[in-house]
């Protein structure tokens, strides 16, 4: 009887470790990231704009009652010192914005945010008309939130795209 015990123990564990194997117990597709950004452009010149769009999406199941995020220029950015620019404007319904004007920006987003909504920002990126060129221009965002009555936390950085910027062609 001892034998018939062990192979049923043996069979399931092998049956557990297949499915492991295979994927069976993973859900069949991953959720969309919390933080999706997008540039209108690529490449830009000196005195042009750049249209940054940033969508936040509550994936959890219980309502997030607390959002911190930040959008600070990369290292490689910050080198460039011939490059200027600033965020013209941050706008979007349930969002307010501090530092436009600056190259960094706080954004805070109306709470509670339900499972299953998004809440969208639009920011300008103005290049100076006497910035230098031939440089890239990125930032990074941090953000944070609450959820499950606080009692969860998640946060995560995540990259803009970058945007290049060229010089003007002689005239």
Request: hydrophobic share 35%; charged share 10%.
């Amino acid at each position: 009887m001892r034998i018939s015990h062990i192979r049923r123990l043996s069979a399931a564990a092998v049956l557990a470790f297949a499915m492991v194997l295979l994927g069976l117990g993973q859900p069949a597709g991953a959720a969309a990231p919390d933080l999706q950004i997008t540039a209108d452009q690529a490449t830009v010149t000196p005195g042009s704009s750049v249209n940054l769009t940033m969508t936040f999406t509550n994936n959890q199941t219980t309502d997030i009652w607390f959002v911190y995020q930040s959008v600070q220029p990369t290292w490689q950015t910050t080198q460039r010192k011939d490059l200027k620019y600033s965020f013209a404007t941050c706008a979007g319904e349930g969002v307010t914005c501090t530092g436009t004007g600056t190259g960094s920006l706080g954004v805070n987003y109306a709470i509670p945010v339900a499972p299953g909504t998004s809440r969208t920002v639009a920011l300008t990126l103005d290049v100076a008309a006497d910035s230098g060129c031939n440089g890239t221009i990125g930032f990074y965002s941090y953000l944070y939130y609450e959820y499950n009555n606080g009692q969860t936390t998640k946060d995560g950085v995540y990259n803009t795209p970058e945007t290049r910027i060229t010089c003007a062609p002689a005239a």
